[in-house]
T-cell receptor, first 114, second 112 residues
Framework: AQSVTQLGSHVSVSEGALVLLRCNYS??????LFWYVQYPNQGLQLLLK??????LVKGINGFEAEFKKSETSFHLTKPSAHMSDAAEYFC????????????FGGGTRVLVKP | DAGITQSPRHKVTETGTPVTLRCHQT?????MYWYRQDPGHGLRLIHY???????DKGEVSDGYSVSRSKTEDFLLTLESATSSQTSVYFC???????????FGPGTRLTVL
């Protein structure tokens, strides 16, 4: 069975500082990995996804994530935080391709301090 | 983004009453999903559909049923609502050609 662990339910960063959100997964097959962002009172929006191509994946809004098979990790980073990055971020894993089910981590809420 | 709407957006109901939530999509996506979101749990899959009249259970399906009579609509029914079903419910769709799921705006359900 697949599972996802996000370390830290809340992260506080200063504007302009590095954002690092940690995600570790378990999967019995090569995984597909995703990061979604949720702004208050909205649905989830895809930030980026890994589908077995390049291990460094670039997404929207300046975010990127690196797939490390040896560490079973898919951490999300952004070099310089902006106030608009305040949101909740979810890591998710799928063991299949088209239309397969997602398993989500518990989420990390990011607070950006001016 | 996929055109996904959910109705109602907010609902308050009493324990023991039936509740139906609707998800409507305009993208002709093959796959549709219902999740619930609770603090600390992320999103958990309730049921999903891989085509008209084809559905299957997810991780937390007890107390829920679904139906899909046409491609664009996926209904989630709570036969007899309980307070533990107070949650935010999200619908998602996927074309099946990629592995990206697109999410609706959510329905906040409160069971008193």
């Amino acid at each position: 069975a697949q599972s996802v662990t996000q370390l830290g339910s809340h992260v506080s960063v200063s504007e302009g500082a590095l954002v690092l959100l940690r995600c570790n997964y378990s999967s019995s097959v090569p995984p597909y990995l995703f990061w979604y962002v949720q702004y208050p009172n909205q649905g989830l929006q895809l930030l980026l996804k890994y589908t077995s191509a390049a291990t460094l994946v670039k997404g929207i809004n300046g975010f990127e994530a690196e797939f490390k098979k040896s560490e079973t990790s898919f951490h999300l980073t952004k070099p310089s935080a902006h106030m608009s990055d305040a949101a909740e971020y979810f890591c998710a894993v799928s063991e299949g391709a088209a239309g397969n089910k997602l398993t989500f981590g518990g989420g990390t809420r990011v607070l950006v301090k001016p | 983004d996929a055109g996904i709407t959910q109705s109602p957006r907010h609902k308050v109901t009493e324990t023991g009453t039936p509740v139906t939530l609707r998800c409507h999509q305009t993208e002709n996506h093959r796959y549709m999903y219902w999740y619930r979101q609770d603090p600390g749990h992320g999103l958990r899959l309730i049921h999903y559909s891989y085509g008209v009249k084809d559905t299957d259970k997810g991780e937390v399906s007890d107390g829920y049923s679904v139906s899909r009579s046409k491609t664009e609509d996926f209904l989630l029914t709570l036969e007899s609502a309980t307070s533990s079903q107070t949650s935010v419910y999200f619908c998602a769709t996927s074309s099946g050609d990629t592995d990206t799921q697109y999410f609706g705006p959510g329905t906040r359900l409160t069971v008193l």
